[in-house]
Every structure is written in structure tokens, then in C-alpha cells.
């Protein structure tokens, strides 16, 4: 039997309003979360990192639950999002991935042939290998005391994938996508094990205490509309079905899901028709025409261009009243196009979230 949920246990909440856009609920004012909102444009952040190694502070609830609470703490943001990585499950998976200093994700022994699909952990005990991150999760939703809801998420298969094979970042990921072309069974293979610890990782999420999940599919748009079509779709759908219906089984409350599929402006019809209730958009999309592709039945979250943060203070509140107008209130959450910039000035994060939640409660007033 599984483990009973535990959100009846937590405190109740004071703001609600990320949630309640989610499932297209009235919001009297639009909530705004930053992605990588806990991370190293915070000094707090970079203090503690001084002190600890990256994924020691993934494996470490209270570390993890620390960060996670800094940008909470600092700013008036809507919502928490778990602190973590998308490539703690590769490392569930049986993968050695390490954090280089200045250079990111470095994977030493990187999938080379359909062969090396053997090495992997199957299959993936996960209350057991991503435990630690159900008990972050836990512990943050205690520690948050109702003041907003927690996200928690996972990369997309495809995007986990193309990590695994480059062993890195990569600008072309030509190695990965030259599975596709090859490969493409061993592909879909491979997929699927990623689909099937990405389904139980967010169910067990949610039962630890995340009331909204959000996929990443980073790597979404250098597949291009065809390869997205098979390789790329498929498993994002899977994901939502798997994680509801193994919710209702357990008789459990759903919860909201965002899909976020970077650059994937050709599959957003299809985005927005797979089962999430939130379509994450990068800031290349024109919001009027994402609102009439998607139809009335999902909610967007984005999308300003996180440079914007750049802009001198007038301007950026010029270019947030400028998106609130063409999104409209209802049925949105304010974020980023994409995840901060390790340089950015903490202060315009500030006036980003002021100049949302007054913006936004001016134009319900009006
Ligand atoms: O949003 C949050 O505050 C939660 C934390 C979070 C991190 N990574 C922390 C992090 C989240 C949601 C992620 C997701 C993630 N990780 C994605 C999807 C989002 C996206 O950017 O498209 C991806 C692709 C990764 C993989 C990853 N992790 C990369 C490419 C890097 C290096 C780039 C960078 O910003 O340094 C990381 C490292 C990472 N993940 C850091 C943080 C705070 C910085 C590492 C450090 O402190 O040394």
C-alpha cells in the first residue's frame, strides 16, 4: 500500500493564488514565481554554496528546504519551488553527474552506445534513491507555514536524455539527437525508463507535500516539430496520465501540472492539449497569439525575457505592465521566459514582483 498523503497535516494556506490560476480559478491579483528563483543571484545563496557542494545541498533537506525559503523570505513571490536539479534522476537512474564550478553539469561516464542503456539502475527503487528530495519537500511545505504553495518537478524525458548521452551542455546536442536518427528503438527505450522514474519521482512529490508540478522540457526546440512529434510528445503526455491516474488509484487529489517546453513554439496546439493544466511559455512566443492557439482551457505561465531583468527600472516596469496587458489577469502566472541569470541584481526581482502584483490589481479595479 502506498504511503497516505500528507497535505491534510500541513498548515493551511494564506496564499492560494498560484493554485487557484492554475486550475483557472478567479485570482484578484496575478501571482508571479522566477524560475531558478533560489540560486546564485542571491548572495544568501552563494553563501551557503560557499560552503557546500551542489548536490549535497539537493541531498540535504534542510539544506535544500533553507534555499529553497531564501527568495521567499526576500520577496513578496507567489510561489516556493523545491530546491533541487532535473539531473537527480539520471543519478537515480545509476549516473555519476558532478557540478564543475563556472562550467555546469558534467556527466564522466556518458552513454556512448544503445549499449550502455545496461548500466542503468532497473529497476529504480525511487522512495529509495530520490527519497531525500520527498522529505526536502516535506519539511519545506512545514517550514513555509502556508505563506505560499510549493512547486516541486522534474526534467522531461527527452531533455534527461539528451544530458545523459552529451554528458553536458551542448549547443547542437548532435550526439543525443544522433540516437534519434539511429538509434530511434534504443531511443524510445530509453525514453521510456526515464517516463517511468519521472511518473513515480512526481507522484511521490506530490504525497510528500508539492501541490503543483512543473516538467521541464528544456531541450524541447532543437528537435525541430518532427522529432518533437515522436520523441518528445509522447512522453510529456504519458507523464500527466501516469501521475493522475496513479493519484486517483491511490485516491488522492490531483494537483495542477505545467508543462515548460523551451523554444517549442511549433508544438504549442499539442502542448496545450496533453493533459497539463498550466503551458509554460519562453519569452520568443507573442502572448495574443498563445492565448488563441491554446484555447480558454489551460492557463499560461511566462514569459518575460529573463535580460529584461537588464533593463533600466522604468523600463522593466514598462515591459511587465506591457505583458500583464497582453496576457490579461485571468487565467496566467506571471515567471520568467526562462530561469534567472546568475548576475542579476536582486533588486529587479523586486520591482519585477511589485510591478506584477500592482499592475495586475490596477487592471482588476479598472
Ligand atoms: O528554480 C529554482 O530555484 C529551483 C532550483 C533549480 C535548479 N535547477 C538549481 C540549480 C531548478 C528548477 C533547476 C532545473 C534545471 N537544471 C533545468 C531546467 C530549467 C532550465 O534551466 O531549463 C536544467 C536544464 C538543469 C540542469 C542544470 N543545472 C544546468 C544546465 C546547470 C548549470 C547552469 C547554471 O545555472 O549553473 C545546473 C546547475 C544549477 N541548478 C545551479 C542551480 C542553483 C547552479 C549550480 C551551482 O550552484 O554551482
Known amino acids: 500500500m502506498a504511503a497516505p498523503s500528507k497535505q491534510q497535516e500541513f498548515p493551511e494556506m494564506k496564499n492560494d493564488l498560484a493554485l487557484r490560476a492554475a486550475r483557472g ?12 528563483q533560489a540560486g546564485r543571484y542571491l548572495p544568501e545563496f552563494r553563501e ?43 543519478q537515480a537512474m545509476g549516473m555519476v553527474v558532478e557540478m564543475l564550478p563556472g562550467k555546469g553539469p558534467h556527466f564522466p561516464e556518458p552513454l556512448n552506445t544503445p549499449d550502455d542503456i545496461g548500466r542503468l539502475n532497473k529497476p529504480v527503487n525511487v522512495s529509495q534513491e530520490l527519497g531525500y528530495v520527498f522529505d526536502a ?42 540516437w534519434l536518427y539511429r538509434y530511434p528503438a534504443e531511443s524510445h527505450k530509453l525514453l521510456q525508463l526515464i517516463t517511468d522514474v519521472c511518473i513515480d519521482y512526481l507522484v511521490g512529490q506530490m504525497q510528500a507535500g508539492a501541490q503543483m508540478l512543473q516538467v521541464f522540457e528544456s531541450h524541447a526546440g532543437i528537435l525541430g516539430p518532427g522529432l518533437f512529434a515522436k520523441f518528445s510528445l509522447p512522453y510529456i503526455r504519458q507523464i500527466s496520465r501516469g501521475v493522475k491516474e496513479k493519484l ?3 485516491k488522492l487529489d490531483t494537483v495542477p501540472m505545467i508543462i515548460f517546453a523551451k523554444d517549442a513554439h511549433f508544438g504549442l496546439e499539442d502542448l496545450s492539449q496533453s493533459g497539463y493544466e498550466v503551458v509554460g511559455l519562453d519569452w520568443t512566443l507573442r502572448p495574443q497569439h498563445a492565448r488563441a492557439r491554446t484555447g480558454a482551457n489551460v492557463t499560461l505561465q511566462g514569459n518575460l525575457d529573463p535580460c529584461a531583468l537588464y533593463a533600466p527600472e522604468v523600463e522593466l516596469v514598462a515591459l511587465v505592465k506591457a505583458m500583464l496587458e497582453k496576457f490579461g489577469t485571468q487565467r496566467y502566472i506571471a515567471n520568467l521566459g526562462h530561469g534567472i541569470y546568475p548576475d542579476m541584481d536582486p533588486e529587479r526581482v523586486k520591482t519585477l514582483i511589485d510591478a506584477i502584483h500592482s499592475h495586475s490589481e490596477y487592471m482588476n479595479s479598472a
Not at 25 to 35: I, L, Q, Y
Not at 58 to 81: G, H, N, S, W, Y
Open 25 to 36: 480559478e478567479k485570482t484578484e491579483r496575478v501571482p508571479v514565481w522566477v524560475m531558478r
Open 248 to 250: 486517483s488509484s491511490r
Open 137 to 178: 519537500i516535506t519539511l519545506t511545505r512545514h517550514r513555509l507555514e502556508g505563506r505560499v504553495p510549493l512547486i516541486g518537478f522534474t526534467g522531461a524525458p527527452w531533455t534527461l536524455m539528451s544530458y545523459m548521452i552529451e554528458g553536458g551542455g551542448s549547443t547542437t546536442m548532435s550526439k543525443a539527437k544522433s
Open 48 to 90: 551557503t554554496r560557499a560552503e557546500h557542494d551542489f548536490f549535497t545541498i539537493c541531498r540535504t533537506p534542510v539544506l535544500a528546504c533553507k534555499v529553497t525559503l531564501q527568495p521567499i523570505e526576500r520577496f513578496d513571490l507567489d510561489a516556493a519551488i523545491i530546491f533541487s536539479d532535473i539531473l537527480v534522476v539520471p
